[in-house]
C-alpha cells in the first residue's frame, strides 16, 4: 500500500527525468487474469485523462479483458477522474455510491478510482475511512502498474492503494487503444511547473517532462502510416516543451517537425500565454496542416488577479499577443479558459476580465466558477465573494461569449471550408458530423462513404454551438 502525500507532491528537485522503456510488463500468469471478463471505465476531465483512459484499456486488454459500455454488465469498474473542480469530485463520489449498490448483487465486481483524485492525499484518506468496499486505488504515475496492483487486491481481496506522489519519469512502452480512428491524442510532456495559485495539477501530475522528439515524431508517423488523419500534441502546458530537456529543441522546433511528417492536421492543447513565442506563432502561419486553432487561456482580464493567480502575464500582455497571432493567423479561431469569482475578484476587476472578452472576441470559451482546491496557494486567500454573486458574473459572462461565439461562426456562413467526417450524429441519423479545421462542429447531410475523409463542405447555416454544412464534390 503506497498513499499520496501532499508535501511530496508540492517538491521539486533537479533530478534529471528518466527516460524509461521496459517500465511496463504483464507476466505470463497475468496475461489470463481477465479471461472471459468484462471492464467498464468512465473518464473524467481533461484530454490527457481520456488518453491516460486509452492507455488503460489497453492495459486491461493485455490482461485478456474485454470492453463493456455497460456499467451492470462489467466485472472490473474503473473510474478515471478528475481533481481540478470540487463538481468533478462530487460527481465521482455519486458514481461510488452507484458502484456500492452494484456490488451488493454482484459481489465479485472489482471497482476502482485512478487519476488526478487518486492523487490527492485528502481524497485517499476519505476513501480509507468510507469507501472501503472499493477494491483498489492507483495514481497517475502509477498506470504501468495496473496488472500487479489488480493482481494483488484479487489475493488479498481487501483494498490495495499504490499512488506514488514523485516528480515522475517518462515511460515510453505503453500500450495504448485508441477511441478514434481517424484522430489521435499525442502526450508531447507531462506534468506542469507553473503553479498557478488555483490550480492542483502540478501536484497530482508532477513535475514538467517533456518526451523526446524522436519518440513523439515516430508515434505520429506510425499514425500516419495507419490512415489517422489528426494528431492532437497534448500537454498541460505545451508552449514550455523542451525547456527540460537537455537539447535545444523547443515547441517551434517540435511543429515544425510534425508538420513536416506530412499528417493531415495537427493541433496542440493547452497553450500558456507566457511561453507563446513569436517563431511559434510564424511556424503555425506556414504549414497548412498546422489547424488554425488556439485554445489560450486567459483566466483574468484584471491585472491584480493574474497576479494573485501567479499567471506571470498581465492583461495588455495578453492582448497583444492575442492580436500578433490574428495579424499573422488571420483565419485563426482563437479560443479560451476563464475563472470568475477568484478570492478578491471585485467589480471593477471582473469588468476588466468583461473587456477583454470584449477586445477579443473569442471564437469560443470554458468559464468556471473559482473552486478552492486543497494544497494550493490560492485555498487559503480570503475568498468574501458570494455564491450568489460569482453565479451572477458566470451568467453574464457566459452571455458576452456566447454573443462572440454566434458572431464567429456567422462569418462562416456560405463558406466553403475542409471538414474532417467523423461519423454518424448522435442526435440524428441522418447527418455526419465533423469538425472544421478551426474546429467548429459541422453537421452533414451526406453519406457514409466520407467518414474518415477531408471533404469541402459549403455552410448553410450556423448557430451558436454548431452548423450545418452540404459536401461539394
Ligand atoms: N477553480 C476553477 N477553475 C479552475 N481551473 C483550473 N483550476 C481551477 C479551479 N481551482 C480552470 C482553468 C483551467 C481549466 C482547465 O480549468 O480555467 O484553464
Ligand atoms: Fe486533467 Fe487537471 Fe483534471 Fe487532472 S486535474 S484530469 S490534469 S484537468
Not at 42 to 61: F, P, R, V
Not at 242 to 266: F, P, S
Amino acid at each position: 500500500m503506497i498513499i499520496p502525500n501532499l508535501k511530496e507532491a508540492q517538491k521539486r528537485t533537479k533530478n534529471s527525468v528518466q527516460i524509461k522503456t521496459d517500465e511496463y510488463k504483464v507476466s505470463e500468469e497475468l496475461k489470463e487474469l481477465g479471461k472471459n471478463k468484462l471492464y467498464f471505465i468512465k473518464t473524467y476531465g481533461c484530454q490527457m485523462n481520456e488518453h491516460d483512459s486509452e492507455n488503460i484499456k489497453a492495459i486491461l486488454e493485455d490482461m485478456s479483458y474485454q470492453e463493456t459500455y455497460d456499467m451492470d454488465k462489467a466485472d472490473l469498474i474503473l473510474l478515471n477522474t478528475c481533481a481540478i473542480r470540487e463538481n468533478a469530485h462530487n460527481k465521482v463520489f455519486g458514481m461510488v455510491g452507484r458502484i456500492k449498490h452494484l456490488k451488493e448483487t454482484r459481489p465479485h465486481v472489482i471497482a476502482g478510482v485512478c487519476g488526478c483524485m487518486a492523487q490527492e492525499e485528502s481524497v485517499v484518506k476519505e476513501i480509507m475511512e468510507k469507501y472501503r468496499f472499493l477494491d483498489i486505488v492507483f495514481g497517475t504515475h502509477n498506470i504501468h502498474n495496473l496488472p500487479n496492483i489488480l493482481n494483488t487486491s484479487l489475493a488479498k481481496k481487501e483494498l490495495e492503494i499504490e499512488v506514488l506522489s514523485i516528480e515522475g519519469d517518462v515511460l515510453e512502452n505503453i500500450p495504448v487503444k485508441r477511441d478514434n480512428k481517424y484522430k489521435a491524442w499525442v502526450n508531447i510532456m507531462y506534468g506542469c511547473d507553473k503553479f498557478c495559485t488555483y490550480c492542483i495539477v502540478p501536484y497530482t501530475r508532477g513535475k514538467q517532462r517533456s518526451r523526446t522528439p524522436e519518440f513523439i515524431i515516430d508515434e505520429v508517423k506510425k499514425l500516419l502510416q495507419d490512415g489517422y488523419k489528426e494528431v492532437t500534441l497534448l500537454g498541460q502546458n505545451v508552449n514550455a516543451y523542451g525547456k527540460d530537456l537537455a537539447v535545444d529543441y523547443k515547441m517551434e522546433n517540435l511543429l515544425e517537425d510534425v508538420a513536416k511528417t506530412g499528417i493531415d492536421r495537427i493541433r496542440f492543447v493547452t497553450s500558456h500565454p507566457w511561453d507563446f513565442t513569436d517563431k511559434m506563432i510564424e511556424v503555425i502561419s506556414q504549414y497548412n496542416n498546422i489547424m488554425p486553432y488556439i485554445h489560450l487561456p486567459v483566466q483574468s482580464g484584471s491585472d491584480k488577479i493574474l497576479k494573485l493567480m501567479g499567471r506571470r502575464y498581465t492583461k495588455e500582455h495578453y492582448i497583444k499577443l492575442y492580436k500578433k497571432i490574428k495579424e499573422l493567423v488571420p483565419n485563426a479561431a482563437i479560443t479560451t479558459d476563464i475563472i470568475v469569482g477568484f478570492p478578491g475578484e471585485t467589480e471593477a476587476d471582473f469588468n476588466e476580465t468583461l473587456e477583454v472578452v470584449n477586445e477579443c472576441q473569442f471564437d469560443g470559451a470554458f468559464t468556471f466558477i473559482f473552486s478552492p482546491r486543497v494544497g494550493t496557494p490560492a485555498f487559503k486567500m480570503t475568498d468574501n465573494i458570494s455564491i450568489e454573486e460569482k453565479n451572477n458574473r458566470l451568467y453574464k459572462l457566459n452571455d458576452l461569449i456566447n454573443r462572440y461565439s454566434n458572431e464567429a461562426n456567422q462569418k462562416y456562413l456560405d463558406k466553403i471550408v475542409p471538414v474532417l467526417i467523423e461519423g454518424v450524429s448522435d442526435k440524428n441519423d441522418k447527418f455526419l458530423f465533423g469538425y472544421t479545421d478551426t474546429m467548429k462542429l459541422v453537421n452533414i447531410e451526406a453519406y457514409n462513404k466520407y467518414i474518415g475523409q477531408i471533404v469541402n463542405v459549403k455552410i448553410t447555416s450556423v448557430k451558436t454551438w454548431s452548423m450545418n454544412g452540404k459536401v461539394v464534390e
